[in-house]
């Protein structure tokens, strides 16, 4: 492209905090649209009934935005300093998944895409070139993850995240959709081999087949998306983790390749808090402690339903009476969490 390059960009992205950057066309993936039309058809995507909703788009990056000629793809690191499944022996308290710790990744990576957004349109216009953008951060229409793997970046693994033999799988992904022309880069292929390890960890068994997901039995879905009670066969499985689960991509053997977090903001600031504490938090006092973090999206009422499934799940019957307090809860999902908590802690059978 005369008078601005692909080198650029990449040197600014990587400038800007980005760890890796790959181009792609936005028809670089064309079979994702038949594959989550077999998803949604087979309910896999249980209640999160957007993903039909917009299915041309998101099955398309081309639908998205017919004027788009490039797809610019981005990453970011988040590898955890520790180990983030060792919480998962303190049943007092709950886990929350890495991405969550701090604060929410949705603004700080758009902050970033907008800042090399402008930078390539100021860049366009010194050439004469005309350029439009478009930015996403996993709220739109958009499957990051295909685009990612055609842009190069890394593959989807059999945990159907993404992950990279220079980036691991602690990743997040962002995208500039353009009117500009850039060359694409080569798409990366899987490199998973008879590798099981993110399959066999799951403890809900959310894996019908490698490379497949089945949300359903998900505890990322059902700890963050899921309304209501959640199948009483799934809550023991789920342990301590109150939001998000991180196990399948915390035992990929391609970690020793992640990249650590340079955001500020993604250090983590909840760690592994008391789940007798979390348990009494009021409506006010869940928006005031989650400020800022993705966890407040959820609301008080969901999350305290999962914080009442892990002091099911904790073993200590000193958490009874905190249970107990919440069995005349104004939200029916919570009373049952409630109820159904008091009553395994009692070693009772649970009858609903």
């Known amino acids: 492209m005369k008078g ?33 039309r077999g998803f949604l058809e087979a309910g896999r995507h249980g209640q999160m009934g957007w993903m039909a909703e917009r299915e041309a788009w998101r099955g398309s990056a081309a639908a998205l935005w017919p004027e788009a000629r490039s ?11 520790g180990d983030p499944m060792a919480g998962l022996a303190a ?22 895409l907008k800042r090399l957004g402008r ?14 953008i478009k930015v996403f951060v996993d709220t739109a229409p958009v499957m990051e993850k295909p685009l990612a793997q055609a842009a190069g970046l890394g593959w989807q693994g059999k945990h159907t995240n993404l992950l990279g033999r220079d980036l691991g799988s602690w990743v997040f992904l962002g995208a500039i959709f353009t009117t500009l022309e850039f060359p694409p880069d080569a798409p990366e292929v ?32 059902l700890t963050i998306e899921h309304r209501g009670p959640v199948d009483t066969e ?10 998000g689960c991180d196990d ?25 808090p008391e789940l007798a504490e979390l348990a009494v938090l009021d409506d006010a006092g869940f928006r005031e402690r989650f400020a800022g973090s993705p966890i407040k999206r959820i609301g008080r009422d969901r999350f305290v339903r999962n914080v009442l499934y892990a002091i099911g799940n904790s073993g200590q019957p000193g958490l009874a009476p905190v249970a107990a307090g919440l069995v005349e809860d ?4 919570v009373a049952d969490a409630a109820r159904w908590a008091c009553d395994r802690l009692r070693g009772k059978t649970w009858t609903g």
């Not at 610019?72 to 988040?78: D, R, T, V």
């Not at 066999?200 to 019908?208: G, K, N, V």
């Open 71 to 81: 797809v610019i793809m981005l990453a970011e690191g988040y590898a955890p300093e």
């Open 190 to 221: 899987s490199h998973c081999g008879t590798c099981t390890s993110c399959l066999d960890i799951c403890p809900t068994r959310a894996f019908p087949a490698p490379y497949q997901l089945d949300a359903r039995r998900c505890i990322s879905y």
């Open 234 to 243: 799934l809550r023991a499985s789920m342990g301590n983790r109150i939001y």
């Open 119 to 132: 930078w390539l349109i100021d860049q366009a216009a010194r050439s004469s070139l005309d350029c439009e």
């Open 4 to 36: 601005l390059t692909k080198e650029q960009l990449v040197a600014r992205a990587l400038e800007e905090g980005f760890v890796k950057v790959g181009v792609c066309r936005p028809d670089a993936v064309p079979e994702t649209a038949e594959r989550l």
């Open 330 to 333: 104004e939200d029916p999902a």
């Open 248 to 272: 399948c991509l915390a035992v990929c053997p391609w970690n020793k390749f992640a990249v650590a977090a340079k955001e500020i903001g993604y250090q983590p600031k909840h760690g592994l």
């Open 91 to 112: 049943r007092d308290r709950g886990v929350i998944s890495v991405y969550a710790q701090g604060k929410d990744y949705h603004d700080l990576v758009k902050r970033r």
